[in-house]
């Protein structure tokens, strides 16, 4: 098999993404025949024709969507080397762009991040945000990695793929002053009486628990929901009620003074690792996925 030459796969690519020799030419600053040539040297080279006439321009074969699809990627890494070396050199951080979906454990990913956390030169910048928007952030490759309680979309044009990090029970805890041993004893069914705090609608959390209410026929008593899952619990701790809270997140909560476990549900919280192609390959990312492999 002959070696691939990334210069006339580079061509390939330019002239793709422009949609014609003509607007190609204009931005490599070369001659439409040089690059028509080279192009033509490359569907000699792989044995397949990826390119045809489309009007004024051109459109991709089949071959040149497969084709096209693989160059996407290593352009786009490639890319990436010039500032990686930069920081590598400088004394920079790795960095990690984390999103992370508004209807999870915050305590939960803070676990699972962990194997990122360790790293001594991380620079993590994490943003929160609706599920659809954090999706299209990660697409146009301005985050690394999405954490959700759902796995990737199902649309070939994103080109996402998902793993499932964590599938772990949900725990109900309370201010001590409010829950009693009677609380405790009669828990799920104190719930109804109780002041209880839940994640918003569009949680997938949400949905669990309110099919879990369903099934054992309980009327919460809710006083508050939340989006952000940790500002839930600082308002818990704080006696406004209580709250569900996944067994993955369970050690962060010592960190809030005057907590008491109220009950355990066979409730499950999921929690996906969702990435690009491109993004899959990033250092800290492939730490984060191994770690559960």
């Known amino acids: 098999m002959a070696v691939l030459n990334y ?8 002239v793709a993404k422009e949609g014609g020799f003509s607007r190609a030419a204009d931005r490599l600053d070369m001659a439409i025949q040089t690059i028509s040539a080279q192009v033509r040297e490359l569907e000699k080279s792989l044995g397949y024709q990826l390119l045809k006439p ?37 004394g920079q951080g790795v960095r990690l ?6 209807g999870i454990s915050k305590l ?32 146009l490759h301005h985050l690394d990695l999405v954490l959700a309680g759902q796995s990737a979309p199902h649309n070939a044009n994103l080109r996402l793929s998902s793993q499932l990090l964590s599938s772990s029970e949900v725990c109900w805890y309370g201010p001590s002053t409010q829950i009693h041993k009677a609380d405790v004893d009669q828990f799920p069914q104190s719930l109804s009486r109780l002041p209880v705090l839940l994640p918003t609608q569009h949680s997938p959390l949400r949905a669990s628990l309110d099919r879990w209410f369903d099934g054992l026929q ?5 006083v508050g929901e939340f989006e952000d899952s940790a500002l839930m619990s600082v308002f818990g701790a704080r006696g406004l009620g209580v709250f569900p809270v996944s067994t993955m997140g369970e050690e962060d909560l010592a960190l809030m003074k005057g907590l008491k476990l109220l009950g355990k549900t066979e409730v499950k919280e999921d929690i996906h690792a969702i990435f690009t192609r491109r993004s899959r390959h990033h250092p800290l990312v492939e730490m984060v996925v191994r770690a559960v492999d």
Do not use: N
């Open 7 to 14: 210069r006339h796969l580079y061509y390939f690519w330019v």
């Open 54 to 90: 489309l009007g004024r321009g051109v459109t991709m074969t089949e071959a040149g969507q497969a084709a096209y699809a693989r160059a996407e990627e290593i352009f786009q890494i490639g890319q990436r080397i010039a500032q990686e070396v930069q920081q590598a050199a400088s």
């Open 97 to 102: 762009a984390v999103g992370l979906s508004d």
């Open 108 to 139: 939960a990913a803070h676990k699972l991040l962990g194997p990122a956390l360790a790293c001594p030169e991380l620079q993590l910048l994490c943003h929160e945000g609706e599920f659809d928007h954090l999706i299209s952030e990660l697409a």
């Open 218 to 222: 309980i009327q919460p008593r809710v």
